[in-house]
Each structure stands twice: as structure tokens, then as C-alpha cells.
């Protein structure tokens, strides 16, 4: 069983940065995949980036390339979503999400998710 609690949600301006964190509870937090989704109002939740059980391996939506960087603390068994140059269409509430995996492949990375956070709302002004 995991818990995973958000934090670094607010309010900022287009152009600007944030940091999202994700603490995770439980020992076995290195052998579990992260990744971050987002869901705007009005839209299906969809998929921002995920991280491998050692960081080694990460993957990007593509509206996000470029721009948010995931990485990962098992030491403190923490996961970040480093946002820069937001965008108003990236408003949203961002999740946490885990899954017990060593595996590093796309397929694997992008979905089947059990574990969730409660989610921590970003907001971008323009």
C-alpha cells in the first residue's frame, strides 16, 4: 500500500515556473514507477510524465517536452514535476500516481497506475 500526498500547487503567471512534490509513504518506494496526470475542467485526465523505478528512464507528453522535467528522490521517497514557461492551457489539477514496476519500457510507463494522490491544482494567468 502506498500514500501519496501533493504539494506545490498555486497560482502563477504565464512564463513562470513551479514545482510540484509528491511524497510517497512506504518502504518499497524505489521499486515503484511515478508519474504525473493532470486533469483541466471539462477534460479527461490525461497523462504529463512518468519516471522508472530508478530514475534512469522518463517520458514526456508531448505538450510538456521541453518544458517540465520529472525526477525522483528515493531517499526521500519523493517524486517532482519541475514546471517551466507554464502556459495557461496547463492549468489543471496535477496527480501523483504509483505503480509497482521495474519495468522501463513506454507501455508500461504510461498507464496502469493504482495508487493516486488527492491532487494539487495549478493555476496559469495570462
Known amino acids: 500500500q502506498v500514500q501519496l500526498v501533493e504539494s506545490g500547487g498555486g497560482l502563477v503567471q504565464a512564463g513562470g515556473s513551479l514545482r510540484l512534490s509528491c511524497a510517497a509513504s512506504?518502504?518499497?518506494?524505489?521499486?515503484?514507477?511515478m508519474g504525473w496526470f493532470r486533469q483541466a475542467p471539462g477534460k479527461e485526465r490525461e497523462f504529463v510524465a512518468a519516471?522508472?523505478?530508478?530514475?534512469?528512464?522518463?517520458y514526456y507528453a508531448e505538450s510538456v517536452k521541453g518544458r517540465f522535467i520529472i525526477s525522483r528522490d528515493n531517499t526521500e521517497n519523493t517524486v517532482y514535476l519541475q514546471m517551466n514557461s507554464l502556459k495557461p492551457e496547463d492549468m489543471a489539477v496535477y496527480y501523483c500516481?504509483?505503480?509497482?514496476?521495474?519495468?522501463?519500457?513506454?507501455?508500461?510507463?504510461?498507464?496502469?497506475?493504482?495508487?493516486w494522490g488527492q491532487g494539487t491544482q495549478v493555476t496559469v494567468s495570462s
Open positions: 519516471i522508472s523505478w530508478s530514475g534512469g528512464t522518463k
Open positions: 500516481a504509483a505503480k509497482a514496476s521495474l519495468r522501463t519500457d513506454w507501455s508500461a510507463l504510461r498507464r496502469g497506475f493504482g495508487y
Open positions: 512506504g518502504r518499497t518506494f524505489s521499486s515503484y514507477a
